[in-house]
């Protein structure tokens, strides 16, 4: 049996997080482990869930997607 893809998403719009969601989550094979509009709150999620992706806006509350990046790179989790 293959495991399942996780996706962390983080995007200011609630409502594109929820699309992009329910896309994913139609497909067998890929899983939506968590979601946020915080750029804070998105590194605590990748070092909570370590998704295999992380897609994610460049603007986000509290942090931009580049300092989240900065951020999980040197979580050395990749």
């Known amino acids: 049996m293959e495991t399942k893809k996780t996706i962390l998403i983080a ?10 969601a329910d ?3 139609a497909e067998e094979d890929l899983e939506v482990v968590a979601q946020t509009g ?9 070092q909570e869930h370590t ?3 992380l897609i994610m806006d460049l603007v986000l509350e509290r942090m931009d997607g580049f300092d989240v ?6 979580l050395s989790l990749i």
């Open 11 to 20: 995007d200011t719009s609630e409502e594109f997080r929820a699309v992009l």
């Open 23 to 25: 896309a994913f989550q």
């Open 38 to 46: 915080d750029g804070q709150q998105a590194i605590q999620l990748v």
């Open 51 to 53: 998704p295999d992706v």
């Open 69 to 74: 990046l900065d951020a999980v790179k040197d």
